[in-house]
Structures are given as C-alpha cells and as structure tokens.
C-alpha cells in the first residue's frame, strides 16, 4: 500500500520569497508522483508530475519538484512566489502498474502575504 | 474540448436520504474516478470506472455505488446519508489505453452537505 506524507499543514510566506512544501510517501512498488493545486471552491489542477527520467520536473507557474528515491521524497519549490499562489496544494502517489487511483496526503496551505 | 463538469455544484440532504451525483467525462475519455474529499482532507478515492464496469475501489462501504453509462458519464450514488458524509465530491476521467498511464483531469466537485 501506498501513502504519503505532507510535512507542513500550513506555509505562510511573503510575497517574492521562495518557498519549499514538503512531500514524503511510503510505497513497496514504483510509484508516479504528482502534486496538485486547489483554489478555493474549485477542483484540483495539476502542477506537475514525476513518471520517469530525469528527478527534477518543472510544472506551470514556475514550480518545480525534485523526486529523490533515497528519502522517498517529492518537495515542491518555487523561487519567487506570488500572491495569486495563496491555495491548497496536494502531494499524490499512483502505483505505476495498475489503476489511475491517487492517492493523496492531507494537503499545505500556502498563504501568500504582501 | 469541454473538460469534466459535474451536477449539481451544491445539495443539501437530511440523514438517511439517499443522493446522486452527476459526472460529465472529457471529451474522448473512457474512465471515470470518484474522490470524496472532507473538509481540510486531501481527496480519498471511492471507485473507478472503466468501460462501464468497476475495476477499482477504495474503502468505501457498498452504500456507496455508482454507474459509468455508453457516453461514459458517470453517476455516484450514496445511500443511507449518514453526517459524516458531508464532503466535496470530485469526479475525475482519462483515457485508459493499453495500461499506460494517462493524467486525470477533475471536475469542480459537489459539495454535499447532510444535516
């Protein structure tokens, strides 16, 4: 079985400042890895994904994810954020092999202030 | 290309009635995933459907159904309301082709309420 884990529950910053989210899973088999963002009262956009190659993938808006198999690990980062970035953002695991079920952590809240 | 719309947005039901919700799949995709998503939760996935036919399920209990129709849009059915039920109800579609893996993209969600 699959899970994962998200570090932080809430991540407040300043606008134009970098910021990591935190994405830990747990998996006996090879997994996809995606992360998710949700604007309020809306569904779930991708922001990118991790299937195979090379360990840092680039999504839209200028994030970007670093896979590391050693510490099962999948960080979110952005080096300068926005404060139309203020959203929840989910870390999600697939197995690779069978299914399109996500799973999902419990979610960061990314709070962007002037 | 219309994406994934769901119906309706919002529903309010009373303990012990049961519900349907309504999925609309993008267009050329030919499965359906249901997530149950309480709130300050990350999504949980109740089932999929391929073809018509369920080939996935989370750890829901059988009052929890659904239906994928020839058009391959997709019903969620929940019987027996129960409080704990109050969610967003995200339906996600992808095309499914020889077991490669192909992204979901999800609907707004229903935003069920059981008082």
Redesign the interface.
């Known amino acids: 079985a699959q899970s994962?884990t998200q570090l932080d529950s809430q991540v407040p910053v300043f606008e134009e400042a970098p910021v990591e989210l935190r994405c830990n899973y747990s998996s006996s088999v090879s997994v996809?890895l995606f992360w998710?963002v949700q604007y309020p009262?809306?569904?779930?956009?991708?922001l990118l994904?991790y299937?195979s190659g090379s360990t840092l993938v680039k999504g839209i808006n200028g994030f970007e994810a670093e896979f590391n198999k050693s510490q099962t690990s999948f960080h979110l980062r952005k080096p300068s954020v926005h404060i139309s970035d203020t959203a929840e953002y989910?870390c999600?695991v697939?197995h690779?092999?069978?299914?399109?079920?996500?799973?999902?952590?419990?979610?960061t809240t990314l709070s962007v202030s002037s | 290309e219309t994406g994934v719309t769901q119906s309706p947005t919002h529903l309010i039901k009373t303990r012990g009635q049961q519900v349907t919700l309504r999925c609309s799949s993008q267009s050329g995709h030919n499965t359906v995933s249901w997530y149950q998503q309480a709130l300050g939760q990350g999504p949980q996935f109740i089932f999929q459907y391929y073809r018509e036919e369920e080939n996935g399920r989370g750890n829901f209990p059988p009052r929890f159904s659904g239906l994928q129709f020839p058009n391959y849009s997709s019903e969620l059915n929940v019987n027996a309301l129960e409080l704990d039920d109050s969610a967003l109800y995200l339906c996600a579609s992808s095309l499914a082709s020889g077991g490669l893996y192909n992204e979901q993209f999800f609907g707004p969600g229903t935003r069920l309420t059981v008082l």
Request: overall charge positive; aromatic content about 16%; cysteine-free.
């Open positions: 994962v996809y998710y009262n809306q569904g779930l956009q991708l994904k299937l989910f999600a697939r690779n092999q069978a299914g399109t079920a996500l799973i999902f952590g419990k979610g």
